[in-house]
């Protein structure tokens, strides 16, 4: 693209890479343009559903616990170790 681009408004290559590739403007056809999009047959859908399993069937996710806890944890570990934290 950025060569075509370059090639279409005569602007200087910005990167070897983009000087030495293809511009995409040599494969298009610019005099037959076609205004109607080509129709593709889309094939049907093939799968089966999920089942769905009562409400009753799942169990609840579990709590988790607290950010001021996990905090709490995370200080009594570094008292544990020596580390003089604050609280």
């Not at 681009?5 to 076609?34: M, S, Y």
């Amino acid at each position: 693209m950025l060569r075509m681009i370059e090639w279409r408004w005569g602007l200087e290559p910005l990167t070897v890479r983009d000087a030495t590739a293809n511009n995409l403007a040599q494969e298009l056809d610019f005099k037959h343009v076609h205004p109607r999009a080509p129709e593709y047959a889309v094939p049907d859908v093939a799968a089966a559903p999920c089942p769905v399993r009562p409400a009753a069937a799942t169990a609840p996710a579990p709590r988790r616990s607290s950010a001021r806890a996990h905090w709490t944890e995370l200080r009594e570990l570094a008292q544990r170790h020596g580390w003089r934290v604050r609280g």
